[in-house]
């Protein structure tokens, strides 16, 4: 069990490039358009990316799309930043950052994935009744600082009346590839993991469900597909190619049975067992943490910098316009 984990790398772990293409034939008048697609991380978090990959939606609307991963916001940025993608797949804290930087090249979001935060806070005893109070003085498997992951927990900490400062000791050094394996060996008593990890380690007995993140902290868009400026400009038929895809993928998620969404993720997850996919699909669609439509709403983006400048990593003076930072024409007229 624990070779198969780390192999998984935590269901995170460098995925490596796959060039993915739609297992049925579509007729095209045109050659498909070459899309470098970059994801932040990889998880059922974002399944209805794959759901789009898998049933053909991206390869209906014209569109050849090459995934790669990049285990962490500041490395998407990075290729997204030095043309070394075309669209990428991360938290908008990335773009907010970009927006107040020096940088001449700037990223715009155009088209939601996530409404809320997709982890799941675990422990390593099972408890009948979880009252985050728990927590208090212990040691907790947080995530890079300055992520999206992280500010999430502090905002769920600061929530229920504990302050991720002093009340609680957060381990935020652990590579990604290796947060799996370094729980399986006994660090820390409590942590937060992303889907399939969560379900794959209580199937395995490794850990306890004590929390979701997101449902504790409320919806606040998480993560979000994303262009340079200067991309979306000068493709703007691609970018509502894309929008349209993934709205065709977000209805289907949202209705599809847990077992079938499991079945269509299985290739992109393999040596994860059928039993955690499909628990983690029930798990992300009772906590309605897939969106439903590609729209962002203004208000999302305001508390998604309230969590920010109350985490300590924006100046309230600095906070972007949502009109600077999301670009909503696509997601609205997406169908």
Same mark, same amino acid.
């Given at each position: 069990?624990?070779?198969?984990?780390?192999?998984?790398?935590?269901?995170?772990?460098?995925?490596?490039?796959?060039?993915?293409?739609?297992?049925?034939?579509?007729?095209?008048?045109? @050659?498909?358009?070459?899309?470098? #697609?970059?994801?932040?991380?990889?998880?059922?978090?974002?399944?209805?990316?794959?759901?789009?990959?898998?049933?053909? #939606?991206? $390869?209906?609307?014209?569109? /050849?799309?090459?995934?790669? =991963?990049?285990?962490?916001? *500041?490395?998407?940025?990075? $290729?997204?930043?030095? *043309?070394?993608?075309?669209?990428?797949?991360?938290?908008?804290? =990335?773009?907010?950052?970009?927006?107040?930087?020096?940088?001449?090249?700037?990223?715009?979001?155009?088209?939601?994935?996530?409404?809320?935060?997709?982890?799941?806070?675990?422990? +390593?005893?099972?408890?009948?009744?979880?009252?985050?109070?728990?927590?208090?003085?212990? &040691?907790?498997?947080?995530? +890079?600082?300055?992520?999206?992951?992280?500010?999430?927990?502090?905002?769920?900490?600061?929530?229920?009346?504990?302050? @991720?400062?002093?009340?609680?000791?957060?381990?935020?050094?652990?590579?990604?590839?290796? +947060?799996?394996?370094?729980?399986?060996?006994?660090?820390?008593?409590?942590?937060?993991?992303?889907?399939? /990890?969560?379900?794959?380690?209580?199937? *395995?007995?490794?850990?306890?469900?004590?929390?979701?993140?997101?449902?504790?902290?409320?919806?606040?868009?998480?993560?979000?597909?994303?262009?340079?400026?200067? #991309?979306?400009? /000068?493709?703007?038929?691609?970018?509502?190619?894309? =929008?349209?895809?993934?709205?065709?993928?977000?209805?289907?998620?949202?209705?599809?049975?847990?077992?079938?969404?499991?079945?269509?993720?299985? @290739?992109?997850?393999?040596?994860?067992?059928?039993?955690?996919?499909?628990?983690?699909? &029930? +798990?992300?669609?009772?906590?309605?943490?897939?969106?439903?439509?590609?729209?962002?709403?203004?208000?999302?983006?305001?508390?998604?910098?309230?969590?920010?400048?109350?985490?300590?990593?924006? /100046?309230?003076?600095?906070?972007?316009?949502?009109?600077?930072?999301?670009?909503?024409?696509?997601?609205?007229?997406?169908?």
């Amino acid at each position: 069990m624990l070779d198969r984990r780390r192999v998984l790398g935590g269901g995170l772990a460098a995925f490596g490039s796959l060039s993915v293409s739609s297992p049925r034939a579509f007729a095209q008048t045109k @050659p498909p358009i070459k899309i470098r #697609y970059n994801e932040v991380v990889h998880s059922i978090l974002y399944a209805p990316a794959y759901v789009a990959i898998a049933k053909g #939606y991206f $390869a209906e609307a014209g569109l /050849d799309v090459a995934m790669t =991963t990049a285990q962490g916001g *500041d490395k998407s940025m990075a $290729a997204l930043l030095s *043309d070394g993608a075309d669209i990428a797949l991360i938290g908008p804290e =990335t773009a907010i950052y970009v927006q107040i930087s020096d940088s001449p090249t700037k990223a715009r979001i155009f088209c939601g994935l996530t409404a809320t935060d997709g982890f799941m806070l675990v422990g +390593r005893e099972k408890v009948d009744k979880f009252d985050w109070k728990m927590l208090k003085g212990k &040691e907790i498997l947080g995530f +890079r600082p300055g992520s999206t992951p992280l500010l999430y927990l502090e905002a769920a900490l600061r929530k229920n009346g504990l302050d @991720p400062q002093t009340d609680v000791k957060l381990s935020n050094n652990v590579g990604i590839p290796a +947060r799996v394996g370094s729980w399986i060996a006994g660090q820390n008593q409590y942590a937060i993991f992303i889907e399939p /990890d969560a379900s794959q380690l209580e199937i *395995d007995g490794k850990a306890h469900y004590l929390a979701s993140i997101g449902e504790t902290v409320g919806f606040a868009d998480y993560t979000a597909f994303m262009a340079s400026e200067k #991309y979306i400009r /000068d493709n703007p038929a691609i970018v509502q190619s894309w =929008t349209n895809a993934i709205l065709k993928a977000m209805k289907w998620t949202e209705k599809a049975p847990a077992a079938e969404i499991a079945k269509t993720l299985e @290739p992109f997850f393999p040596g994860v067992s059928p039993q955690a996919l499909v628990g983690a699909a &029930e +798990r992300y669609q009772r906590l309605k943490i897939w969106k439903s439509s590609p729209v962002i709403e203004p208000a999302a983006i305001e508390k998604f910098q309230d969590i920010l400048v109350q985490g300590h990593v924006l /100046d309230p003076a600095k906070r972007v316009k949502f009109q600077d930072l999301v670009v909503t024409e696509f997601a609205s007229k997406a169908k």
